[in-house]
């Protein structure tokens, strides 16, 4: 069975220019997550997709972050313009449904430089 | 809102010694704990958790962890630690989102 798959896997820009990351999760699984994973911290939650609809955003910063997913399958996660401070790994994971007790599959990141 | 401790930063072990790793975490109902593993360059995975049931969960690669209610507490064990173990291992509690701790980074010693 295929893994979470993310590209591209590194991305480095100048700041204030735009960025995209794409994912691709497990067959079948209707959840979808991405994370913000700073150098020497855990994984922080943006967003939570539960097929195409956004259930959990809260943590996203939505003046200069959105994400959609289109068709409950792929998602695209975008940042513009970029900052400095955005520079980090962003994980997508997914699971076959939202509830608590489930875990979650991650895919490999993709890590963001921006210069 | 739910939280994790993990209070050491690095965990070093001799090889088949055995291996702990702590983690202590706060939540206010239910709690459904996790432990994931990464290795560089790629993503979290996932290695066992713990829902309900026999305070002693097993999970992938001989890995196991014990649930202690009373000292809110999810260490996770290995009886004979590998080289190959030595990684970077985060501890997760989900109330209504996941949350993780900083991690531990293990190092295994030939």
């Known amino acids: 069975e295929a893994g979470v798959v993310q590209s591209p896997r590194y991305k480095i820009i100048e700041k204030k220019q735009p960025v995209a990351f794409w994912c691709n999760p497990i067959?079948?699984?209707?959840?979808l997550y991405w994370y913000l994973q700073n150098l020497g911290q855990g994984p922080e939650l943006l967003i939570r997709?539960?097929?195409?609809?956004?259930?959990?955003d809260s943590q996203l910063p939505k003046d200069r972050f959105s994400a959609e997913r289109l068709k409950g399958v792929d998602s695209t996660l975008k940042i513009q313009p970029a900052e400095l401070g955005d520079s980090a790994v962003y994980l997508c994971?997914?699971?076959?449904?939202?509830?608590?007790?489930?875990?979650?599959?991650f895919g490999p990141g993709t890590r963001l430089t921006v210069l | 809102a739910q939280s994790v401790a993990q209070p050491e930063d690095q965990v070093n072990v001799a090889e088949g010694n055995p291996l702990t790793v702590k983690c202590t975490y706060s939540?206010?109902?239910?709690?459904?704990l996790f432990w994931y593993v990464q290795y560089p360059n790629r993503g979290l995975q996932f290695l066992l958790k713990?829902?309900?049931?026999?305070?002693l969960v097993k999970g992938s690669y001989g890995f196991e962890a014990e649930f202690n209610k009373s000292q809110t507490s999810f260490h996770l064990k290995k009886p004979s630690a590998l080289v190959s173990d030595s990684a970077l291992y985060f501890c997760?509690?989900?109330?209504?989102?996941?949350?993780f701790g900083k991690g531990n980074q293990v190092v295994v010693i030939p």
């Open positions: 994971a997914s699971s076959s449904d939202g509830t608590s007790g489930t875990e979650q599959f």
């Open positions: 067959s079948g699984h209707n959840t």
């Open positions: 997709y539960e097929n195409e609809e956004a259930v959990d």
């Open positions: 939540v206010s109902g239910n709690p459904y």
């Open positions: 713990y829902i309900t049931g026999d305070n």
């Open positions: 997760a509690v989900r109330d209504n989102r996941l949350a």
